[in-house]
């Protein structure tokens, strides 16, 4: 049950934090107009995730996929709001 609820709190958080990352920081840079941004970086944090993972006794394989799936899916709708101009606050 543990092991759930880190998973899914990984999975939001790196969501999170990656969708913020994105839209904020690389929107005025060129590797937000690939395609495969979010793919890639989904695997990537899997990959770095796993030897974390495989530490821990509490968490397994399941956490690192929640938290690339979470990375991949921040990256690919970071990369969409980056692309739209940031609103203006209306009086």
Known sequence: MFGLIAAGVAGVYGHLKSRTFVGQRLRYTNIVEKPALGL?????????AAPVVAVLPFVGVGTAIAIGVGVGTGVGLGVHDA?????????
């Open 40 to 48: 890639w970086a989904g695997v990537g944090a899997s990959v770095l």
């Open 83 to 91: 692309k739209e101009p940031p609103k203006l606050i209306e009086d």
